[in-house]
């Protein structure tokens, strides 16, 4: 099981059609170089996650964050989503996203059912 202590959120890129945005220990070692290979532990999280999960269209998303921060970017990036996840009070821990290229969609999964709750309230 995961825990909470020691987690950062870095990108980790997949496969040519998906990216993983997730936590990983520092004190595993893991770095970036090494994520390409070493997926097993943000698999499993991904996996244990799937019960709370909530998609958004990329394009519906990438309207939604512009509105919220008031955003000028061309782009919808890793860090902006963060940034506007914890504008909406939700700390790098507790969620993991997911984009598909060819379906155009971001999956979020959380930690726990009230993570989820939190987030569909925090949309309004």
Request: proline share 3%.
């Amino acid at each position: 099981m995961l825990s909470k202590t020691n987690l950062s959120v870095p990108a980790l890129h997949v496969s040519s059609n998906t990216y993983f945005h997730t936590m990983r220990p520092k004190a595993q070692g893991i770095t970036p170089e090494t994520t390409m290979s070493g997926t097993n532990l943000h698999k499993e999280t991904w996996d244990l996650w799937q019960d709370n999960n909530y998609v958004f269209g990329k394009e519906t998303l990438w309207a939604r964050i512009r509105t919220d921060l008031n955003c000028k970017q061309q782009n919808l990036t890793t860090a902006i989503c963060r940034d506007w996840m914890y504008t909406l009070g939700l700390q790098p821990n507790m969620y993991i996203f997911k984009y598909d290229r060819r379906k155009g969609t971001i999956e979020f999964r959380f930690e726990s059912a009230s993570d989820r709750a939190f987030f569909k309230l925090s949309l309004g």
